[in-house]
């Protein structure tokens, strides 16, 4: 499967966005995905996940409240919905894809999309 990710761009503080991850190749209904991100020299990080149906949610302590990530599957796409950014939030955000069930762990996700870059101002 081949993951598009889109969406990004510069907002203040408090501010939203969402981002899309689009699949092709394969649908996306076979796949548990998964958003994480990457700050200018940190480790990659998990944010959300959403399990194939789209009925179970995980997020990363830091984000729960404001994101939220959702799937269509007719329409072969993954969202993510973020609010109330911070600048923390600044990084670039890359969709995942995991043969697994639901899960945060970086090494479980089987495909990568490009990274699409967010920056939050204060």
């Known amino acids: 499967v081949q993951l598009q990710a889109s969406g990004g761009g510069l907002v203040q503080a408090g501010g939203s966005l969402r981002l899309s991850c689009a699949a092709s190749g394969r649908t996306v209904s076979s796949y548990t995905m998964g958003w994480f991100r990457q700050a200018l020299g940190k480790e990659r990080e998990f944010v959300a996940a959403?399990?194939?149906?789209?009925?179970?949610?995980y997020y990363a302590d830091s984000v729960k409240g404001r994101f939220t990530i959702s799937r269509d599957n007719a329409k072969n796409t993954v969202f993510l919905q973020m609010n109330s950014l911070k600048p923390e939030d600044t990084a670039v955000y890359y969709c995942a894809a995991s043969y697994r069930s639901i899960t945060a762990a970086l090494p479980d996700y089987d495909y990568w999309g490009q990274g699409t870059q967010v920056t939050v101002s204060s």
């Open positions: 959403i399990s194939r149906s789209g009925g179970n949610t």
